[in-house]
T-cell receptor, first 116, second 110 residues
Framework: DAGVIQSPRHEVTEMGQEVTLRCKPI?????LFWYRQTMMRGLELLIY????????DSGMPEDRFSAKMPNASFSTLKIQPSEPRDSAVYFC??????????????FGNGTRLTVT | KQEVTQIPAALSVPEGENLVLNCSFT??????LQWFRQDPGKGLTSLLL?????REQTSGRLNASLDKSSGRSTLYIAASQPGDSATYLC?????????FGQGTELSVKP
């Protein structure tokens, strides 16, 4: 298995531009998570999906952030318009039945976003 | 509100030494606890998962313990190697969410 695949690996954009981050979870996993990691705040859960349905988006910082999961093999996180404070590493992770025994979270390598 | 704390924030040891990383959490009503490893520029790799009903888990040179009553977990690394250098994070599952500590940055010197 190729693991969780994220694209792009790096994104540099100017303030005000739209940014779209992409994620392909591990085949067969029914949970998908988007996290953001910064030095100041560590790892923060933004939103998670179960069977393509958003379950908890309370971590999404503001309306500029949106996430979709049109099918079991693809998800996007969109920021529009982007701001410098959005600069961070964004991780996608997937798991088989959240929190169950022997079902840890599998992370992608992340997208490093820089907004100038 | 569940808070997860890891001490120390950074640790440097000589190769071959046994070491312990600490994780504490404020709310003992957790579903499970997981230890992860993060290499620079990479995502997180799951090392060990301990269910709330378990006391410890072992994988190779790694042993993780869980004491829910005191809100603590430790990750024991035996005979450390330079390849163990990374940031180690613990995370607890509560209320459907995985809450992470800030991590301990480990450096093992040859």
């Amino acid at each position: 298995d190729a693991g969780v695949i994220q694209s792009p690996r790096h994104e540099v954009t100017e303030m005000g531009q739209e940014v779209t981050l992409r994620c392909k979870p591990i085949s067969g996993h029914d949970y998908l998570f988007w996290y953001r990691q910064t030095m100041m705040r560590g790892l923060e859960l933004l939103i998670y999906f179960n069977n393509n349905v958003p379950i908890d988006d309370s971590g999404m910082p503001e309306d500029r952030f949106s996430a979709k999961m049109p099918n079991a093999s693809f998800s996007t996180l969109k920021i529009q318009p982007s701001e410098p404070r959005d600069s961070a590493v964004y991780f996608c992770a997937s798991s088989l039945s959240r929190g169950r025994a022997n079902s840890p979270l599998h992370f992608g390598n992340g997208t490093r976003l820089t907004v100038t | 509100k569940q808070e997860v704390t890891q001490i120390p924030a950074a640790l440097s040891v000589p190769e071959g030494e046994n070491l312990v990383l600490n994780c504490s959490f404020t709310d003992s009503a957790i579903y499970n606890l997981q230890w992860f490893r993060q290499d620079p520029g990479k995502g997180l790799t799951s090392l060990l998962l301990i269910q709330s009903s378990q006391r410890e888990q072992t994988s190779g040179r790694l042993n993780a313990s869980l004491d829910k009553s005191s809100g603590r977990s430790t990750l024991y690394i035996a005979a450390s190697q330079p390849g163990d250098s990374a940031t180690y994070l613990c995370a607890v599952v509560k209320g459907g969410k995985l809450i992470f500590g800030q991590g301990t940055e480990l450096s093992v010197k040859p």
